[in-house]
C-alpha cells in the first residue's frame, strides 16, 4: 500500500483551498498527501451528514462546510496512519483467515475515521462557548 501511495504524487494546486490550508497548516508530510485526498473524497458523504446535523451555532465556528470537511479529513488520516502503525502489533487470532484478518483491520480502520468525524462534531459544539478553541479552528483558515 505505501507503494502506491509513493508512486502518485499530489499537487496541492489541484485540492480545494480548504484542504490545502489545513495541510499546509498542520505540515502533514508530503507522504500523506495521497491519503489525505482519498479520505477527504471518500468520506465527502458521511462528513456532510455529520455537518448538516449540527446546530448552526456549531455550523458557525468555521465559515463553511469545506473548512470543517477538511479539518475532518486531515484529522482522519492522522488516526488513520496512527492506527496502520499499530496493526503489526494487534492480537489477531491465529485462527483467522487472511480475508478475515483484512475484514477486521478494515472495520476497525472504519471505526477510527469514523470517530473522528464525531470528534469533530463534539470539537464544534464545544467550541461555541469556548472563545479559545474557536479561534484556534479559525486560525487555520486566516491568510498569512
Not at 487472511?98 to 469514523?114: G, P, R
Not at 470539537?123 to 479561534?135: F, T
Request: proline share 3%; net charge negative.
Amino acid at each position: 500500500m505505501s507503494e502506491i501511495i509513493e508512486d502518485q504524487t499530489i499537487d496541492l494546486s489541484e485540492v480545494s483551498a480548504e484542504l490545502r490550508q489545513v495541510i499546509e497548516f498542520d505540515e502533514v508530510p508530503e507522504q500523506m498527501f495521497q491519503m489525505v485526498v482519498s479520505i477527504h473524497e471518500a468520506g465527502e458523504e458521511e462528513v456532510r451528514k455529520a455537518w448538516d446535523e449540527l446546530p448552526a451555532s456549531a455550523q458557525n465556528v468555521v465559515d463553511n462546510f469545506e473548512q470543517f470537511h477538511a479539518l475532518t479529513s486531515v484529522s482522519q488520516s492522522f488516526a488513520g496512519v496512527g492506527l496502520l502503525e499499530e496493526f503489526p502489533t494487534l492480537n489477531i487470532p491465529e485462527n483467522m483467515t487472511e480475508e478475515e484478518t483484512n475484514n477486521y483491520k478494515a472495520q476497525l480502520l472504519d471505526q477510527v475515521l469514523f470517530n473522528c468525524i464525531k470528534d469533530m462534531v463534539k470539537q464544534m459544539k464545544k467550541a461555541r462557548r469556548d472563545p479559545i478553541l474557536k479561534r484556534d479552528f479559525n486560525n487555520v483558515f486566516l491568510k498569512n
